[in-house]
């Protein structure tokens, strides 16, 4: 939940006025934000953290019995995966692009800047391959988590179905994106498990909390 808290503000610092397909627009846009790459940087701890409590919650369901104990550890497996990925794409988007980015606002008009402008471009193009997959891998786990969740109690049945259903919307996003860059429809997708997986990984807080004040 800490993890949450941190994304929020951070999402509201990042530049998001002009429409982020439209790379010319953005890149001048981003060119102007002075607290960029350590807006990115708390972008990245706030998943990391967001990752440990993922892990811890597959790893206290790994002791199931059958199907469920075997999607927690793939589930686990996912986790760390998104978080690499997740890495990859904030060291391209948080310090490569902006780099790329400042060097095209300083070159002269020219050849010079037309060519700074394709490696932008490039860094672009690569960002979105990253989040694309950053979404998948993060439905999957989520789905193999929500799945994994008993339902012998009405909070784990209910928390089961919103992991599930945030997974899908994730892996759908993430599709999307691969195939339209940061369009509206992906920007829309979006916003389904952006409102409905804080509600999970508090009920999962929660489950985590309960499991333990019941063993001790």
Request: net charge negative; proline share 4%.
């Amino acid at each position: 939940m800490i993890g949450v808290l941190v994304q929020v503000p951070l999402g509201m610092l990042h530049p998001h006025q002009e429409d982020p397909n439209n790379s010319v627009a953005v890149f001048q846009e981003y060119s102007h934000a002075d607290d960029w790459t350590i807006v990115h940087l708390g972008q990245f701890a706030g998943t990391l953290l967001i990752t440990f409590g993922l892990v811890s919650l597959a790893y206290s369901l790994s002791a199931q019995e059958g199907i469920r104990g075997t999607l927690a550890r793939w589930a686990a497996t996912a986790t760390v995966i998104l978080a690499a990925v997740f890495a990859v794409q904030m060291a391209v988007d948080g310090i490569a692009l902006k780099a790329a980015i400042d060097a095209w606002a300083a070159a002269p008009l020219g050849p010079e800047k037309s060519a700074a402008f394709l490696v932008a471009d490039g860094m672009r193009g690569l960002e979105k391959g990253l989040a694309a997959l950053f979404q998948i891998t993060n439905g999957v786990a989520l789905i193999a988590l929500g799945l994994a969740l008993p339902t012998a109690r009405w909070l784990t049945h209910c928390l089961r179905w919103i992991g599930v259903t945030g997974g899908l919307a994730f892996v759908i996003g993430g599709t999307v994106v691969a195939l339209t860059g940061f369009s509206t429809i992906a920007s829309n997708i979006a916003l389904v498990p952006t409102a409905i997986v804080p509600v999970f990984l508090l009920g999962a807080a929660m489950l985590m909390w309960q499991s333990r004040a019941d063993t001790t």
